[in-house]
C-alpha cells in the first residue's frame, strides 16, 4: 500500500506544481484556455505538513518497500519529483533545515490529510 502511496504522491506533486505553474504563465483571458478537467489542483490534496525522513531512520520493512519503489522508478520520474521540490520554497526550506536538498530525495509519500513525507539518502 506505502508503494502505491509514494508513487502517487511523487505523480500528486509534479501535477500540482504542474498546475501552479500553468497557472502562473497563463494571462487572464475572457475565455479558459483549457477544459476545466486539465486542472488537477481539485482533486491534488494541499500539502498540510512536510516531514523529512532518512531512510536509514526508517524500519528495515520499509526500507525494502522504499528501495523497491525506487528501483522500479525511471531516472525520469526522479528527476521530476526533485524539480517539483525545487519550485516550492516550503520543501526546499524542510529539506535545508534536516541538512538536505533535493538531490538527496529519493521518494515522496503523500497522506489524505495532506502530510507530505520526502524520503531523502545521502549521497555516500
Known sequence: MRIITTMAAGA???LAVSAN???QSAPAQSAPAQPPAAA???ETPAITSVTVVDVKDLPEETQKQVDDVVAQRGDEDLKK???SIESMPELKSALE???ATSNDVIAASMAEG???TLITKKAG
Open 97 to 99: 533545515a534536516k541538512g
Open 12 to 14: 500528486a506533486l509534479t
Open 40 to 42: 488537477p489542483s481539485a
Open 114 to 116: 495532506g502530510a507530505l
Open 21 to 23: 505553474a500553468l497557472a
Open 81 to 83: 519529483l526533485r524539480a
